[in-house]
Structures are given as structure tokens and as C-alpha cells.
């Protein structure tokens, strides 16, 4: 979608990573292909262009002969490696140019390869190849334009003056300073494909980690109640099979509401451009959690009131109690839990849930999937979590959340 779609001020559509003709220079090592149709363009150009400028040069220049269009087409011909071997052909082209001179063909477009060859070179990185070989034929230009004309073809020639080498030199440097324009602008685009390429796949993670988090804290809770639930319903069975029935409707009623929030972050998933179909689950859902972790024997009781929450702050402060609960339930021989909300100074709120312990397994306080999820959660928006053994042999979980952020999730 990047490449089709731009903003306002982008770059025109289907140009996010360069326009097409500049995009294919220097990545040679990725196709094959050789560029025949420029190439055999270009050659017909200098041949028919050459032949013309003889016509036109006839008493000033030698007349083309076989070895001079020899020179034109293996200096046209050399461009079909340019993306492959930039090095090899810039210097290629530009002895091929400095023959011709040299020999006193007529001037025509055979700078046209020299140009192309240098573009080719400078837009690969080769820099210092194609200005060594730009220098390299306006030295030998000025050297027998100047001092070996005497004793090259033409007979009878004069040097060259000054003010035409001027207006080679000028030419040469903007035949350069295009490249180099275009080699910067070529590299900016590769930059920013790269960063587009390295934050969609960072949002991939990041959203991979959220799906994570949810189901884990989706699944972890009710399977804790339905396991504890589950084990009063088969010790019960026998003896008291009115207990057990209300066992088996507890997990019943676990089973039920784990389905229906794991479809949702599925149907998430499937379709992550539309809205949710449910709302996302709050502290307003709270009574809900208590009566849950009730019916897996665990009295929780809750002080304060949940102040208003932007909707991410909102889940992951559910998340957040229910996590630390059903730690409770796995983790502690407590049967008894407190959940405390304090929005303490107004920008954040405190959630504290304690327990009397002690721990009944070796990772008191949880897993450390739940904690880390307890944590990436909070540090998503910029809360702090802090969780470990009280001095009393209790367990702890203290979060504290800003009021006023818009998560990343916010939006969805």
C-alpha cells in the first residue's frame, strides 16, 4: 500500500521509493537483465548523430572511416554492462571517446555514452571512477587539441582554442553534478524505504506482542477459575452434587466469556482496519472480575471508585487486576484479596492488590509471562509496575498509570 498510495505533500503516486528509471541504477546485482533497448536507442542515436556531424564538420575533421565507427559502436555497445560493471565501462566509453578525438573525427554525440556511462557510475557509488574518467578524457582532449594536434589527423590543423575548452569543462561538471544529484536523491529514497520497511515491521511486533498479551490474560484468568472449579466439581461429585452442579455452571459461565473475548481479539486480527465489533473490557467490568474470582473461592474486596479512563489506560488497568487475581488463585494460599483504585494527585491512578500469602509454588507472585505482560503494559503508557513478596509474607502488585494518555491501541 505504501507504494501506491502517497499524502498530500508525498511524492506522486507509485514514486515512495523513486521514480521507476532511477530506481533499477546501481542494483545490478539483483537482475539479470541487460538494458538492449536503451542501449541499441542510444547507438542509433550516436551513429546517425555522428554521420551528420561529419557532414556538417567535413573540411574541419577527418571523414568517418571503419576504425572510427568502430570506436562509436564499441563506446555504445560498452553501456550494456554499466549497471553490472559501471567502473569498467566509464572508463571503457571515455577511451573510446579520447580515440576518436584523438584521431580528429568529427564531434558528435559520442559524449552522449561518456555521459551516460558517468551517470551510471556515479549513481552506483562509483564516484571517484567517473570522475577520474571525466578527468581523464578532458586532459587527453587538452593535450591534443594543444600540443598533439601538430603531429595528429587532421593535416593542417589548428589548436583548439581556449573559450571551446570552457564550454567542455562546463558541460563535463554539469554531466557530473546531475549524477551526483541523482545519487544523493536515490540514496534519500532507499533511506526511506528502508525506515518504512523497519517501522511497519516494528508495528508487526509490537502488535503481535499486544495479541499476545490479551490472550494471555484472556486465557490465563479463566482457565485458573475453570481449573479450581473444576477440582470442587470432582471432589464434590459424590457427596454433594448440588456443589458440584454450581462448579460445573461457573465453568460454564468462564468458558463462555473466554470465547467470546478471545473471538474478539481474533476478529481483530482478521480485519485490523475496522473497529471493533465489542467494546474493549474496563474497571466498569470490575464486579464482573470479583464475581469471577469468587466463584474460584477467592473474596476480593475493592476500595475506591475507577475514575475516568481513555479507553487503553481503561484495559490495561483491568488487565492489570485480573492478572495480579489470578496469580491469587494460582500462586497463593490466600483466599482472600484487596484491590485498591487511587487516583492520588489527579494525573495517575494507583491500583495496589494485595494478598496474605503464603505462596504455594516456587514462582510466587506469577508467572513471569504475567508479570512481564503486567509491565509491558504499564510501560506502554508510561506507568511503572512494581510487584514482590510483602514483609509479612504477602505478595504485592503496585501499578500506577497516567490519567491523561491516548495509548497506542486507542485508536482501533
Known amino acids: 500500500m505504501d507504494e501506491r498510495q502517497t499524502g498530500g505533500n508525498g511524492p506522486p503516486q507509485g514514486w515512495r521509493h523513486g521514480p521507476p528509471w532511477l530506481r533499477g541504477w546501481g542494483e545490478t546485482d539483483r537482475s539479470s537483465r541487460l538494458p538492449w533497448l536503451s542501449t541499441a536507442l542510444l547507438t542509433l542515436f550516436v551513429m546517425v548523430g555522428s554521420n551528420y556531424a561529419a557532414e556538417q564538420q567535413v573540411h574541419e575533421r577527418a571523414a568517418l572511416d571503419p576504425f572510427a565507427r568502430v570506436l562509436l559502436l564499441a563506446g555504445s555497445l560498452l553501456l550494456l554492462w554499466r549497471h553490472r560493471h559501471p567502473v569498467p565501462v566509464v572508463f571503457g566509453t571515455a577511451a573510446a571517446a579520447m580515440l576518436y578525438f ?19 557510475a556515479v549513481v552506483a557509488g562509483r564516484r571517484r571512477a567517473a570522475w577520474a574518467a571525466v578527468g581523464m578524457l578532458w586532459a ?38 546531475v549524477s551526483e544529484l541523482a545519487r544523493t536523491r536515490r540514496e534519500q529514497w532507499d533511506r526511506e524505504r528502508a525506515e518504512r520497511v523497519q517501522a511497519a515491521r516494528r508495528r508487526a511486533d ?3 506482542l499486544r495479541m499476545a498479551r490479551e490472550l494471555h490474560d484472556v486465557l490465563a484468568h479463566s482457565i485458573s477459575v475453570i481449573n479450581v472449579q473444576a477440582g470442587v466439581g470432582l471432589a464434590l461429585l459424590d457427596t454433594d452434587p448440588e456443589q458440584a452442579r454450581t462448579a460445573l455452571t461457573t465453568i460454564k459461565a468462564a468458558s463462555k466469556e473466554a470465547l467470546g473475548e478471545v473471538r474478539q481479539v481474533l476478529d481483530t486480527l482478521r480485519t485490523p482496519g475496522d473497529a471493533p465489533r465489542a467494546p474493549a473490557p474496563g474497571l466498569d467490568r470490575l464486579p464482573e472480575l470479583v464475581q469471577q474470582a469468587a466463584g474460584a473461592g477467592l473474596t476480593v474486596d475493592v476500595e475506591g471508585a475507577p475514575p475516568r479512563l481513555a479507553p487503553g489506560t481503561d484495559l490495561a488497568a483491568f488487565r492489570i487486576v485480573q492478572e495480579a487475581l489470578t496469580n491469587v488463585v494460582r500462586h497463593s494460599g490466600s483466599r482472600h484479596a484487596r484491590v485498591r483504585l487511587d487516583p492520588a494527585d489527579g ?22 509471562n504475567g508479570l512481564a505482560g503486567m509491565r509491558e503494559r504499564a510501560a506502554a503508557l508510561g506507568g511503572t509496575i512494581e510487584a514482590g513478596p510483602r514483609a509479612d509474607g504477602g505478595f504485592r502488585v503496585l501499578a500506577v498509570l497516567p490519567l491523561n494518555v491516548k495509548a497506542e491501541g486507542d485508536d482501533r
Open 347 to 368: 494525573t495517575t491512578l494507583r491500583l495496589r492488590i494485595d494478598d496474605d500469602g503464603p505462596a504455594t509454588g516456587a514462582d510466587a507472585g506469577g508467572s513471569g
Open 102 to 120: 584523438g584521431a580528429g573525427y568529427p564531434y558528435g554525440p559520442i559524449f552522449l555514452a561518456v555521459a551516460l556511462a558517468c551517470f551510471s
Open 206 to 208: 509490537e502488535e503481535r
Open 140 to 177: 587527453g582532449h587538452v593535450l591534443v587539441a594543444h600540443w598533439l594536434y601538430q603531429w595528429l589527423p587532421p593535416s593542417g590543423d589548428d589548436a583548439a582554442s581556449w573559450g571551446g575548452e570552457v564550454v567542455i569543462v562546463t558541460w563535463m561538471v554539469a554531466i557530473l553534478a
